[in-house]
């Protein structure tokens, strides 16, 4: 299964520079960007997670691609990967990098992971659409994988509140947002989501937890 993603990773690389058909220079300049950028994003020689402008993530050389792509960090660790859409199913698309980590989403709302180690199995969580309403109270089920390898099935009780609009910046793009908090407590503890929505309801940027002991996916789309 790694074997295959990742040669539709290398195989997505050209397909990402079709839009940007400009000099063999600036399309080579692409190709560096997205072998470093899609695959793994750990310095070997300092052993520690490499920042967006370390892995040449600029507006300058994301022109001109225009498959979507999101950058995903994990705040525990700092560790972070360029994710691509490679699959979509009843509305939920799943998101993953060359080193192998996945994102299962549903118009930005996390739902599962794989292969971050104690991972989000499934879940029953908010639509975008009740989230971009901004308030309200509602159920959240977490089925989590366990230190046995066990899933575990974790309910809460939520509360979404509206806290204004705030102006976020993604990889050197200012974009005009309504910050939305989901304060959630359960069985398995206590968290908050944050969700920054563009008019219109997209989720531009999130904060979303993922395991009670790494805590939250920091998730930005970076290309539409």
């Given at each position: 299964?790694?074997?295959?993603?990742?040669?539709?990773?290398?195989f997505l690389i050209p397909l990402l520079l079709?839009?940007?058909?400009?000099?063999?220079?600036?399309?080579?300049?692409?190709?560096?960007?997205?072998?470093?950028?899609?695959?793994?994003?750990?310095?070997?020689?300092?052993?520690?997670?490499?920042?967006?402008?370390?892995?040449?993530?600029t507006r300058a050389a994301l022109a001109g691609?225009?498959?979507?792509?999101?950058?995903?960090?994990?705040?525990?660790?700092?560790?972070?990967?360029?994710?691509?859409?490679?699959?979509?199913?009843?509305?939920?698309?799943?998101?993953?990098?060359?080193?192998?980590k996945a994102l299962a989403l549903h118009d930005?709302?996390?739902?599962?992971?794989?292969?971050?180690?104690?991972?989000?199995?499934?879940?029953?969580?908010?639509?975008?659409?009740?989230?971009?309403?901004?308030?309200?109270?509602?159920?959240?089920?977490?089925?989590?994988?366990?230190?046995?390898?066990?899933?575990?099935?974790?309910?809460?009780?939520?509360?979404?509140?509206?806290?204004?609009?705030?102006?976020?910046?993604?990889?050197?793009?200012?974009?005009?947002?309504?910050?939305?908090?989901?304060?959630?407590?359960?069985?398995?503890?206590?968290?908050?989501?944050?969700?920054?929505?563009?008019?219109?309801?997209?989720?531009?940027?999130?904060?979303?937890?993922?395991?009670?002991?790494?805590?939250?996916?920091?998730?930005?789309?970076?290309?539409?």
């Open positions: 299964m790694g074997e295959v993603l990742e040669m539709r990773l290398l079709l839009a940007g058909c400009g000099s063999d220079e600036q399309s080579s300049d692409r190709v560096r960007l997205l072998r470093a950028a899609l695959g793994a994003v750990t310095d070997r020689d300092q052993n520690r997670p490499l920042r967006p402008e370390e892995m040449g993530l691609i225009t498959t979507p792509l999101a950058l995903a960090t994990v705040e525990a660790t700092g560790a972070s990967a360029l994710l691509a859409p490679f699959g979509s199913n009843g509305g939920v698309t799943t998101w993953s990098s060359a080193d192998h930005g709302v996390l739902l599962a992971t794989r292969g971050l180690g104690p991972d989000l199995m499934s879940s029953e969580a908010p639509t975008a659409a009740q989230i971009a309403r901004g308030s309200g109270q509602h159920d959240r089920v977490h089925y989590q994988l366990d230190g046995l390898d066990r899933t575990v099935r974790l309910p809460y009780r939520c509360a979404l509140a509206t806290r204004g609009e705030r102006m976020i910046e993604v990889i050197g793009r200012t974009y005009r947002t309504t910050l939305v908090e989901e304060r959630c407590e359960g069985p398995g503890g206590r968290f908050t989501n944050e969700f920054w929505l563009e008019n219109g309801g997209t989720i531009r940027q999130s904060r979303q937890i993922f395991d009670q002991k790494l805590g939250r996916i920091l998730l930005q789309r970076i290309v539409d």
